[in-house]
């Protein structure tokens, strides 16, 4: 890790330790933003006492960043359109990195301080949607290129779906439970259990249902939202010292290997598709890739960039036998073949058969440039795990008495924890982002709605006011800070 900082000038090792500073920060306020969601229904239902409920939580939350992967960390990353990526320098990347780590931090203390379960999730896709909108504005690209909107698209539409479907999904499963277990005792809430029954927990099933859910959730959000934080991080290690990140300096060289072969079969593909793409990629023209200040990806110049790449990867076994330009023009090389080979595949004209073999050379290409290092991942599951535990009293007592207008029997919370944990679970698998808050909050709606006892119309209102402006509200102030930074930087 500390290697890192060799031959860095005073001033960018300095702004470098204050960039991970900031996205730690944003991880260890994620933790106990999002902690109360985890661990709300068993400490509200005594299944847990609290202060081990929260310890239980910060290290399942620590052990889903460590097995989560990067599949959505680089589904954040790349909400930025890939000509941002690839020409990231050192000032432009702090200006970046600083305005939506602070406009994400600033919004989540602040819904947190108000005790609304508003999404983490949200916040920081806003905060990166408002940098890269206020980069196309400064540097003169049209909006439509400010973003990568296919990207955004994909995310709104699973960050809109998800609460819908874990409202849906908790109501029915709480539904069932009704239905053919009517006189359980888990359809008490915990007063009642207390006054009628005399006791302070839940039925032995139901508590211990109740306590693998809520690690269940813990798991999943570490992976799912631990990984938008090393997104972050390689953001800052790529934008201050590309040298030493732009790729995995630590391939194999049969990983390398594996990387250039993609590209010569990428090759393949095209000429082999050339009666379908020979207009588009401009085949047999013979266009010779310049190297502007601002590079600029364009299909057009396809065979040029594979030519470059496999010029430049010739013979290596070992990216740390390139010289800091060299891998710093491999990683751009790859990304625009990645980028054009995505755009290949929606063409209408490739046939099913051929946009699959796409897609698998397409993961073979980021290989070694969609990666984290192993310090940090744990740094990230570090920072997320301590967060877990604190700051969790004040979304508890929303989530569990103030959403609907009778507090939570051991059933709801047992479906609103089910629910979340195998939807949350899911979009990791589809590397896709998602919000643990809003999943959750949905499914606690859910149930209360199926067990007719109706929903507090305050609580509501503050949820879903938070949920419609946090992207408007980060996108405005992420864009304002990075058009300020970006103003005393020229």
Known sequence: MFELFSGLDFWVGLSLCLALAFVLAFEFINGFHDTANAVATVIYTNAMPPRLAVVMSGLFNFAGVLFGGVGVAYAIVHLLPVDLLINVSTGHGLAMVFSLLASAIIWNLGTWYFGIPASSSHTLIGSILGVGLTNALLTHIPLSQGINWKKATDIALSLVISPLVGCALAA?????LLKYSPLSKMHKTPDARRAVDGKKHPPFWNRLTL??????????????????????????????VPGKFVLDLNASTYQIERTRDAVMHINQFYQRNSDNLADFLALGKGLRSDTPERFKCDPKQTEATIGAVLSSLSSVKDYRDLSADTRAQVR??????????????????????????????????????????????FAVALALGLGTMVGWKRVVETVGEKIGRQGMTYAQGMSAQIIAMASIGLANTLSLPVSTTHVLSSGVAGTMLANRSG??????????????????ATIALSAGLFWLASLILS
């Open 332 to 377: 751009r090389g790859l990304l625009c073949l990645d980028d054009t080979a995505k755009k290949v595949s929606k063409l209408p004209k490739l046939p099913a058969r051929e946009r699959s073999d796409i897609d698998k050379l397409r993961a073979d290409l980021t290989a070694t440039t969609e990666y984290a290092p192993t310090w940090v991942i």
């Open 172 to 176: 029915l499963l709480l539904f069932l």
């Open 455 to 472: 929903l507090q119309g305050g609580t509501v209102r503050n949820i879903l006011i938070a949920w419609v402006l946090t992207l408007p």
């Open 211 to 240: 306590v693998l859910s809520a690690m269940g959730v813990s798991f999943v959000h570490g992976s799912n939202d631990g990984q938008k934080g090393i997104g972050l991080i390689m953001l800052v290690l790529i934008g201050i």
